[in-house]
């Protein structure tokens, strides 16, 4: 099985997220929306498939991180979200019980041994 198949995004806390996409557009031009920008990019082994990898800097009081207390949190592309995660499970990772679906996708959460939450992302089919 396929586990992570590529990074679906990088998501930071900021005490002020409006000054922090205005600095990363005029010094490295990221020219950001309110929820952050999508980088484009095609898929090696299937250049017909297009894929995104979501910049995004958070509030720095969101709970969106919770339960880690961490600044940052990654997203990580996957094949099969249910799978992983119940093989997961299975090797005593601390896997969160709730999951999401919506036209984004599917995503689930997990802790590392460090406490950081990460993201896993099953894009939508047409993805």
């Known amino acids: 099985m396929t586990r992570v198949t590529g990074i679906g995004g990088i998501f930071f806390k900021s005490k002020d997220p409006q000054k922090t996409r205005d600095w990363y557009n005029e010094h490295l031009g990221i020219q950001s929306e309110s929820w952050g920008y999508s980088f484009e990019w095609r898929e090696l082994d299937k250049p017909e498939i297009k894929g995104s990898t979501i910049w995004s800097p958070f509030p720095d009081n969101t709970k969106y991180f919770q339960p880690s207390e961490k600044q940052f949190m990654i997203n990580y592309r996957v094949d099969n979200l249910s799978e992983l995660l119940e093989e997961l499970r299975k090797e005593g990772v601390q896997v969160m ?30 993805s």
């Open 97 to 126: 019980e709730k999951t999401e679906e919506s036209e984004f996708g599917k995503f689930g959460w997990i802790l590392d041994p460090d406490g950081n939450k990460i993201e896993l992302w099953e894009p939508p089919a047409s």
